[in-house]
């Protein structure tokens, strides 16, 4: 069985710092691409960061120079730092694994940026 498990999400004030992980158990790892998506009510689930297996990483325009993504694939974990938040970055964050036709998602963190 395979399950990716979100945490590190939480109440943050504008300008602060979180770091999401994410546990990967039921998979190799290191043979998939990891992804960070992010999704609020009433619009489609984003893109955030991805990171293949030989570490190249991607970002979404809206968060480049404030979020950096990494996988430590000796423990089946992939994080994302965020720095410099702001109150648009407040959403639902998943962790996603994606190799081929095989994708599986995390059960999501909560992330909001308020005073």
């Known amino acids: 069985q395979v399950t990716l498990v979100d945490s590190g999400g939480g109440l943050v004030q504008p300008g602060g710092s979180l770091r999401l992980s994410c546990v990967g158990s039921g998979i190799i790892f290191s043979n998939y691409y990891m992804g960070w998506y992010r999704q609020v009510p009433g619009k489609q689930r984003e893109l955030v960061a991805g990171?293949?297996?030989?570490?190249?990483?991607y970002y979404a325009d809206s968060v480049k120079g404030r979020f950096t993504i990494s996988r430590d694939n000796a423990k089946n974990t992939v994080y994302l730092q965020m720095n410099s938040l702001k109150p648009e970055d407040t959403a639902v964050y998943y962790c996603h694994a994606l190799r081929g036709a095989r994708m599986y998602w995390g059960q999501g963190t909560q992330v909001t940026v308020s005073s």
């Open positions: 990171i293949t297996s030989g570490d190249s990483t």
